[in-house]
């Protein structure tokens, strides 16, 4: 199903509303997370709140990888020493028994993620081993009905590794792909060849995983239209059930690999929008339905059908169709989301281990959500998941009037409607086929932490 008046390009309305500004992975965001509520607190509020009777999510971070992609700005450890992944295992799987002990409860996992880094770092015996413990810490699934998720890079997975992968329960596998052009690729220091990429991919439907996504990066060192064409040409042949387009965003003062990238080689300002609006249409052209700002789906899949049935959500891991999950998160860097609680890991692995050795858990930092927070959380979800919003139905939970309660935001929403971002009623907000892609613009709008009409260095562009 072909649904091209999902987005219509506006080139003025970009040019104006291209701020940078917030992802909505979480509201209160990251930046928040910097509370004066000790780690003790927050844990407390965590399993206080967290509601027993709900599924859960949990997500592995491996920091891992043998190679440094110079683009990249995630949490990582790079080593070609395979021997550092064990001990960080066997702290991992301390902390795992205390989170088990908190928060299991018998608890059916309904999602798993293994993220990083690279988690095929670790060798297949490593990762029967992490999947057995976390088997037996917590209630995993076993009729694979389960959204069960790892990210791989095609250079470090074997045709027996993804045997593996699906043996132990995995049935959704992520791509970092980022460009399939030689030049870019040695220009951020990750060749794969296509072919490589796409043996992963053939062998991994032969297996039976039942979702596959890839990651597309656009804005890389020598990237053009028409480079970038021929990737998505490339990419749209091999058919993924999802596709993740990203924005880099370079910025070598903070992300110290990014150094080895030359400004002189990034596509112009211009020419990255030429980039993306090339890559929406190209997409949609083939069949693709527009889920939200970088991501695409296929029709029938899981994302797209929960977005038609109003029943899609947002977090840490991105869009997800589990939105009756406490997130409980493990290993250096991980954000768990519990009830009233959102709290983050040590960020340095070093620290991270000392953290667990001493007392069992690596809480660095972390926010407890004020009703505040909850009903702006609600309204900022429901916009950047459905595009559309029921002002009755949203504040019903919390006993408010919509347009009382945001009283402060009405200006700003009426420029919007001015500007044909949204259509406005008493009843309702929409997002316009132009508003879609400046939906992060729009949600800022229901922020209470951040400034509105000035870019901040915290966050991203919008586009």
Known sequence: MKRDTDIRWDLDLIRRYDLSGPRYTSYPTAIQFDSPLAPEALLSTARETADTSAPLSLYVHIPFCAHVCYYCACNKVITRNRNKAQPYLDTLYQEM????????????????????????????????????????????RDDDKGD???????????????????????????????????????????????EQTAAILTRSRELGFKSINMDLIYGLPHQTEASFADTLDTVIEMSPDRLSVFNYAHLPDRFRSQKHIRADDLPSAAAKLNILQH???????????????????????????????????????????????????????????????????????????????????AVKRGVALTR??????????????????????????????????FKDEQDELQQFARDGLITLTPEKIEVTPAGRLLIRRICMAFDAYIPKQQPSNNFSRII
């Not at 990083?116 to 992490?130: A, H, N, V, Y």
């Not at 045997?163 to 794969?192: C, H, K, T, Y």
């Not at 493990?330 to 983050?344: F, N, R």
């Not at 927070?373 to 919003?389: E, G, Y």
């Open 97 to 140: 028994a205390q989170l088990a002990e908190w928060y299991s409860q018998d608890r059916i996992v309904n999602q798993l993620h293994w993220g990083g880094g690279t988690p095929t770092f670790i060798s297949d015996e490593q990762m029967r081993e992490l999947m057995q413990m976390l088997g037996k810490h917590f209630r995993l």
């Open 148 to 194: 069960y998720s790892i990210e791989i890079d095609p250079r470090e997975a074997s045709h027996d590794t993804l045997g593996v992968l699906r043996d132990i329960g995995f049935n959704r596998i992520s791509l970092g792909v980022q460009d399939v052009n030689p030049q870019v690729q040695e220009a951020v220091n990750r060749v794969q060849p296509t």
């Open 279 to 361: 890559t929406i249409q190209r997409l949609l052209d083939a069949g693709y339905v527009y889920i939200g700002m970088d991501h695409f789906a296929k029709p029938e899949d899981e994302l797209a059908i929960a977005q038609a049935e109003g029943k899609l959500h947002r977090n840490f891991q991105g869009y997800t169709t589990h939105s009756d999950c406490d997130l409980v998160a493990m290993g250096v860097s991980a954000i768990s989301q519990i009830g009233d609680v959102y709290y983050q890991n040590e960020h340095d692995l070093s620290a991270y281990t000392q953290a667990v050795s001493q007392q069992q858990f």
């Open 372 to 405: 505040d927070d909850h009903i702006r959380r609600a309204v900022i979800t429901q916009l950047i998941c459905q595009f559309k919003l029921d002002k009755t139905a949203i504040m019903a939970p919390f006993g408010e009037a919509f347009d009382s309660y």
